[in-house]
């Protein structure tokens, strides 16, 4: 059963986050990212907890879209249900900010 962390307010997860990124065609180095900001506590409780939503702009271009699919695919990395997780979603919302990549 799933609970909350107490320290972080964020829904205790029944993963290690031992996941591997799909690579998508030269996102290597994204995927690099990925994973070193999946693996640090501050970022990942932010984003668990869904306190980033408190700071996001309705006013920009994305509205949080960046931001929530790093949310979605932190959850799917730390949900102990896959063993590879495809950062495709994410790798959309950079690419409409981002349009070379």
Request: proline share 3%.
């Amino acid at each position: 059963s799933s609970g909350i962390n107490a320290e972080y307010g964020a829904p205790i997860l029944h993963g290690n986050g031992l996941v591997g990124l799909k690579n998508l065609g030269n996102t290597c180095f994204m995927n690099s990212i990925l994973q070193c900001l999946s693996h640090s506590t501050l970022v990942r409780e932010y984003f668990l907890s869904r306190k980033y939503k408190a700071d996001l702009s309705g006013s920009s271009k994305m509205q949080g879209r960046l931001a929530e699919e790093f949310a979605s695919l932190l959850t799917d990395m730390w949900s102990g249900r896959h063993d590879t997780v495809s950062p495709n979603k994410f790798k959309s919302a950079v690419a409409k900010s981002a349009p070379r990549f």
